[in-house]
């Protein structure tokens, strides 16, 4: 096994990573460089072949050489079974389905969920979702916070955050992680630290959408403050803390994916602005972005709890093709004004 420092002082963990995708790929990179014993699933037997033969993904991360000791495996009954630790890196819409996999198949101490977003139906988080298809046999947490795929691959300086419902195994979750330039907090704020991952998606489609129309920096700033009014509102009244929507899983993600060239939503909203097809933008980007179908899910959050997230509503009315970016903005810079504290209370 790739040895690195640190490892020697680390427990061990036999780790299944699902999804080999661009994250995935990512996180079973960095976990196998940390001294765990790492399979990596997914359902391209191809691309599974490639790795590993080359060491590297042919479809994601392409120049990135990956972990000597990386272990990929085609047959998720099998690497389960092998699996103390089960790291869940597969698009929102498709973690209860591969959760009832999990549980039909084997049960692992420990399932963490990547996946930002909410799914279809339920409008649930995604450890609603495992929870309710594990059935507590397993601790459940969730790793979210400003990251892009190719950078923690890299080894790059990272930082984020693991969060569960009790310290203990949040605290589990940040160690398994936690290595080399990949720093881990823990939280008990599943609420705070999961719909952070969501919101900033949406927000970042408008920066996406504010920069292609050339609007300025002054527009962005104030576009971002005003999306995490929105993203604390919607956390406050679903129970969520907050506070945490001032740390990395809120404002640090936010800040990284409404601002960097690598962001797939705010690229989104920058060839939306442009004039671009959502359907052809989509096809170009052949990888998800998330926002896209996450907007909808939080816009009708937020009516059934009444709260106003007018920069969601504006961004869903894009989507539809019901209004142009232009008048969007000008929407939302001609609506009524108020005080900033009231809107710091959710009334954005």
Not at 101 to 115: D, N, P
Not at 242 to 264: F, I, K, M
Not at 314 to 331: C, D, F, H, Y
Request: proline share 3%; glycine share 10%; charged share 20%.
């Amino acid at each position: 096994m790739e040895k690195s420092k640190n490892s020697a002082q680390r427990s061990v963990k036999r780790v299944a990573v699902l999804g080999a995708g661009s994250w995935g790929t990512a996180l079973a990179h960095h976990l196998s460089r940390a001294g765990h014993d790492v399979a990596l699933w997914g359902r391209d037997v191809e691309v599974l072949k490639a790795i590993h033969e080359t060491k590297r993904n042919p479809r994601y991360l392409v120049e990135t050489p990956l972990s000597s000791s990386l272990r990929t495996e085609s047959d998720l009954a099998q690497v389960l079974k092998q699996s103390e630790v089960v790291v869940i890196a597969v698009p929102a819409e498709g973690v209860r389905g591969l959760a009832r996999e999990v549980y039909q198949t084997a049960v692992s101490s420990l399932v963490v969920s990547t996946s930002k977003g909410l799914e279809d139906s339920s409008l649930k988080r995604m450890s609603e979702v495992l929870a309710e298809e594990l059935q507590g046999k397993s601790r459940i947490a969730v790793l979210s916070g400003p990251t892009f795929a190719i950078e923690v691959a890299q080894g790059k300086p990272t930082a984020v955050t693991a969060a569960a419902s009790d310290a203990a195994t949040a605290e589990e979750a940040a160690g398994i992680f936690h290595f080399d330039n990949l720093r881990v907090y823990s939280s008990t704020d599943l609420v705070g630290v999961e719909l952070g991952g969501v919101v900033k998606n949406i927000i970042a489609i408008a920066a996406g959408l504010v920069d292609g129309l050339e609007a300025g920096a002054n527009a962005r700033a104030a576009l971002i403050t005003r999306g995490l009014f929105e993203m604390q509102g919607l956390v406050a009244a679903l129970g969520g803390d907050p506070l945490t929507v001032a740390g990395l899983s809120g404002l640090g993600d936010l800040l990284l994916t409404a601002t960097g060239d690598l962001s797939r939503n705010r690229r989104v909203g920058m060839q939306l602005a442009k004039g671009d097809p959502l359907e052809k933008i989509l096809q170009d980007l052949g990888q998800v972005a998330e926002g896209v179908r996450s907007t909808e899910h939080v816009l009708q959050l937020a009516q059934q709890l009444l709260i106003k997230m007018p920069i969601t509503e504006e961004v869903a009315r894009i989507l539809r093709g019901e209004r142009t970016p232009q008048e969007s903005v000008n929407a939302l810079l001609s609506r009524t004004r108020g005080s900033e504290a009231r809107s710091r209370q959710g009334a954005v």
